[in-house]
């Protein structure tokens, strides 16, 4: 059994979610479990309005500070959760702290955004997330491992319970003194970096759409690294990309070989639920596939649903599932994406 983790506050306690808590009361933070209390913006969650927010450590901030937390805890004092990020470290760390983490709330809260959401809040922000994450597209199952737990052990740590025991104790550290930690977070951050300088200097653009909130968002090749971004290798640069972008529905286009490849996502917080940040709206992209298909001149490769990443729609794929060569341009791709959003007495007039 995992073991317990005490921490300054003596009457909290945190322990990592295993069977054994299924019929325990607890308080659920960030992830979502049976029998307990939410503090959580996962989907399906039923955290007191009250305290609602659009990330778990900013609903764990408002608790904490809540003259209403006896109530909202119903004194139950042991906190759980079911995934290791970001987002869920800050968000426990928080519970446990109590009062004295409002003093780190400008910290926490871009932290957490750029763990979750895969957003430029503050550099710091960015960086904290890295040291505690790790430089992946943000994700409730970061299969990498954390990088400050990995430093901390002197080996990588793949269990999600014993991690959370080595950062802990680290957060506050990690927040108030983040160059500390460049070791750990200076090869992700540079990726960023060089991602935001490709949108800075013109290399890659965003083309808005505001009327169907669509993002067109070009890829330089080099975003990444002067040997050359490969798109069916590498992850798009999601925290440069929610930087620059407005849309509520993104499609990534990179110059590849004879063509372009081509993915259709959401934007990263949509996964969860959001109060500041707009609900994004789900689209049935069956038909606009069907004609992209019709139209497509490379036919090793076809437009095909595609979930396998959490905000991911659409992509153009070969008969591996890896990122293809489109023949289409762009501005075709748009132009019938455009016509598939618009609302239908509006695309009559």
Same mark, same amino acid.
Request: charged share 25%; glycine share 6%; hydrophobic share 35%.
């Given at each position: 059994?995992?073991?317990?983790?005490?921490?300054?506050?003596?009457? @909290?306690?945190?322990?990592?979610?295993?069977? *054994?808590?299924?019929?325990?009361?607890?308080?659920?933070?960030?992830?979502?479990?049976?029998?307990?209390?939410?503090?959580?913006?996962?989907?399906?969650?039923?955290?007191?309005?009250?305290?609602? &927010?659009?990330?778990?450590?900013?609903? &764990?901030?408002?608790?904490?500070?809540?003259?209403?937390?006896?109530?909202?805890?119903?004194?139950?004092?042991?906190?759980?959760?079911?995934?290791?990020?970001?987002?869920? %470290? $800050?968000? @426990? +760390?928080?519970?446990?702290?109590?009062?004295?983490?409002?003093?780190?709330?400008?910290?926490?809260?871009? #932290?957490?955004?750029?763990?979750?959401?895969?957003?430029?809040?503050?550099?710091?922000? %960015?960086?904290?997330?890295? %040291?505690?994450?790790?430089?992946?597209?943000?994700?409730?199952?970061?299969?990498?491992?954390?990088?400050?737990?990995?430093?901390?052990?002197?080996?990588?740590?793949?269990?999600?319970?014993?991690?959370?025991?080595?950062?802990?104790?680290?957060?506050?550290?990690?927040?108030?003194?983040?160059?500390?930690?460049?070791?750990? +977070?200076?090869? *992700? +951050?540079?990726?960023?970096?060089?991602?935001?300088?490709?949108?800075?200097?013109?290399?890659?653009?965003?083309?808005?759409?505001?009327? %169907?909130?669509?993002?067109? !968002?070009?890829?330089?090749?080099?975003?990444?690294?002067?040997?050359?971004?490969?798109?069916?290798?590498?992850?798009?640069?999601?925290?440069? !990309?929610?930087?620059?972008?407005?849309?509520?529905?993104?499609?990534? #286009?990179?110059?590849?070989?004879?063509?372009?490849?081509?993915?259709?996502?959401?934007?990263?917080?949509? +996964?969860?639920?959001?109060?500041?940040?707009?609900?994004?709206?789900?689209?049935?992209?069956?038909?606009?596939?069907?004609?992209?298909?019709?139209?497509?001149?490379?036919?090793? *490769?076809?437009?095909?649903?595609?979930?396998?990443?959490?905000?991911?729609?659409?992509?153009?794929?070969?008969?591996?599932?890896?990122?293809?060569?489109?023949?289409?341009?762009?501005?075709?791709?748009?132009?019938?994406?455009?016509?598939?959003? $618009?609302?239908?007495?509006?695309?009559?007039?």
């Amino acid at each position: 059994m995992p073991k317990l983790l005490t921490r300054k506050v003596p009457s @909290v306690r945190f322990e990592f979610y295993h069977a *054994g808590l299924e019929n325990v009361p607890k308080l659920s933070v960030d992830g979502t479990v049976s029998n307990s209390i939410h503090f959580s913006h996962w989907e399906g969650n039923q955290t007191p309005d009250e305290v609602k &927010a659009d990330t778990s450590t900013e609903i &764990a901030l408002n608790l904490v500070a809540s003259p209403n937390k006896q109530r909202l805890t119903q004194g139950i004092e042991l906190v759980t959760n079911n995934h290791f990020d970001t987002d869920g %470290v $800050l968000s @426990v +760390w928080t519970v446990l702290t109590g009062e004295r983490a409002r003093d780190l709330r400008e910290q926490l809260i871009p #932290a957490a955004e750029a763990g979750d959401f895969s957003e430029f809040s503050t550099e710091n922000g %960015v960086r904290a997330s890295i %040291v505690i994450q790790g430089s992946d597209q943000a994700s409730p199952n970061n299969e990498t491992g954390s990088p400050l737990a990995a430093y901390l052990a002197g080996k990588e740590i793949s269990d999600d319970a014993e991690a959370y025991e080595l950062v802990l104790p680290e957060v506050e550290r990690v927040l108030r003194n983040t160059g500390d930690y460049e070791s750990l +977070w200076r090869s *992700g +951050w540079e990726a960023i970096a060089s991602a935001i300088e490709s949108f800075e200097k013109g290399k890659s653009k965003v083309e808005e759409h505001q009327d %169907v909130h669509l993002s067109l !968002i070009t890829l330089a090749p080099e975003v990444f690294s002067p040997i050359g971004f490969n798109p069916t290798r590498h992850v798009a640069p999601y925290t440069a !990309i929610s930087r620059y972008a407005r849309g509520q529905i993104f499609l990534i #286009a990179t110059r590849f070989r004879q063509g372009w490849t081509y993915r259709i996502d959401y934007p990263y917080y949509s +996964w969860a639920e959001t109060g500041v940040r707009p609900a994004v709206k789900r689209h049935d992209f069956g038909p606009l596939i069907s004609q992209l298909n019709q139209i497509e001149q490379n036919h090793d *490769g076809r437009w095909k649903l595609d979930n396998s990443e959490m905000t991911s729609v659409v992509k153009f794929l070969d008969p591996s599932n890896t990122l293809a060569a489109s023949k289409l341009l762009p501005d075709e791709v748009v132009s019938l994406m455009r016509a598939e959003l $618009l609302p239908k007495n509006a695309a009559r007039v």
